[in-house]
Every structure is written in structure tokens, then in C-alpha cells.
């Protein structure tokens, strides 16, 4: 005789670290999935459907909707933008394949605005040139973009167009704005959500106001 029945059954989607609400700290976390399975004789054999999934902090015993997983804090915000400078000021000042010592100093600058002391320093910046001057255009705008998308929504319009101020006065520290360097400059206006032409004007506008 056939005994059928259901049953609900936890599956383990993944674990990690994650911001957890109650603790006000990353925690490990455990993201469940919760299925609605056919039983034969008690052994489950089919899943019938998906109940829903959440996630439970391993330290307080909380649980939240998967989308738990996304929230950052200001510290990570923080840790985001100071790395997506960076990578936009060394994507920028190498662009035009020289780096001259004014564009050197204007990478240290910018980039110590955003970054704990004792910040970036000059042989800091020669490793990292050394390093990514050997990649191509295309790795390195990869990176810069990675970094962007690390910063998600974070950055309000106004700091979108400060951003894209921030990389056209490092093209312009050494004097001029080479077509590489305004390539990049108006890609990353782009990657910030910003139109075509909404980029073209920014870039044109900051090229009236700082050239």
C-alpha cells in the first residue's frame, strides 16, 4: 500500500557574512529555502513548489527576506566610493599613455579626500601605475566600472556630477584633456546613468568652466 503525503523541507541556498539589522554588524548568516515536496512512504521524491526563502543571522537568530543580503553600511559605502576614485583617477591619467608629475600629485590628492590616513602615498601610486600600466584600456576601464557598480544607487545626482567633475580635473592637471581622457570621462558620465547627451553636456560644460 502506497503511503503519499507532503512535507516542507529547509534547503541551504548559501551562507556568508552580511550586515545584520538587529546587531548593527556583520554577522554569519545561513539563507534557507523553504519547498513544498511529494512524500512516498515519508521519503520525499518530487518538489511541488517553492514557499518562499529567508535569511537568518547565525549570531541573534533574526531572520529577513533574501534582500537583506544587499544592505550596506555607510562604512561600506564609504570603503566603495574612496575605491571607485581611485580606480577612475588611475584610469583617467593613464588614458593618454603619460602620467606627469602634476597628474602624480593630483591622484594622491583626490584620492586622499576619500581614504583613511595615512592615505595613498607617492610609492603607492608608482606600484599601482607600474601594475596597471602593463594592462590594456579595456582592463582597466573594466575595473573603474566594476568599482561604479559597487557603489549601486549611493551616489545622488549631485554626486554623480561631482564624480564626473572629480575625473575631468585630473585629465586637466597636466594642462590639457587628450580625446583618451575625455573618452574616459564621458564613459563613466555614462556608466553614472547619465544620457548621451546629458554626458556630452556635462563634459562640455566642465571644459568651458576649468579649461
Do not use: W
Not at 502506497?2 to 556568508?16: D, F, P, Q, Y
Not at 556608466?191 to 568651458?208: I, Q, T, W, Y
Amino acid at each position: 500500500m502506497l503511503i503519499a503525503g507532503t512535507k516542507v523541507e529547509e534547503n541551504s541556498v548559501g551562507s556568508g557574512t552580511f550586515n545584520c539589522p538587529a546587531e548593527g554588524s556583520k554577522q554569519p548568516y545561513h539563507h534557507v529555502r523553504l519547498e513544498k515536496k511529494a512524500t512516498a512512504f515519508f521519503v520525499p521524491v518530487a518538489t511541488m513548489s517553492e514557499l518562499g526563502e529567508y535569511v537568518e543571522c547565525q549570531s541573534c537568530g533574526a531572520t529577513y527576506e533574501p534582500a537583506v543580503l544587499e544592505y550596506q553600511t555607510q562604512e561600506d559605502l564609504d570603503t566603495a566610493l574612496a575605491v571607485a576614485v581611485l580606480r577612475l583617477a588611475l584610469e583617467v591619467v593613464l588614458a593618454d599613455g603619460r602620467v606627469t608629475d602634476d597628474e602624480r600629485q593630483a591622484v594622491i590628492d583626490t584620492a586622499n579626500l576619500y581614504l583613511d590616513p595615512p592615505g595613498l602615498t607617492l610609492s603607492d601610486l608608482s606600484e599601482m601605475l607600474a601594475t596597471l600600466q602593463v594592462q590594456s584600456a579595456k582592463t582597466r576601464s573594466k575595473s573603474t566600472a566594476s568599482a561604479l557598480a559597487e557603489l549601486g544607487s549611493a551616489l545622488n545626482m549631485e554626486g554623480r556630477r561631482i564624480f564626473v567633475r572629480t575625473a575631468y580635473c585630473l585629465a586637466v592637471a597636466d594642462g590639457e584633456v587628450a580625446d583618451s581622457e575625455r573618452e574616459v570621462i564621458v564613459k563613466t558620465a555614462r556608466r553614472l546613468g547619465f544620457s548621451k547627451n546629458e554626458a556630452g553636456g556635462l563634459v562640455a560644460a566642465l571644459e568651458d568652466e576649468l579649461s
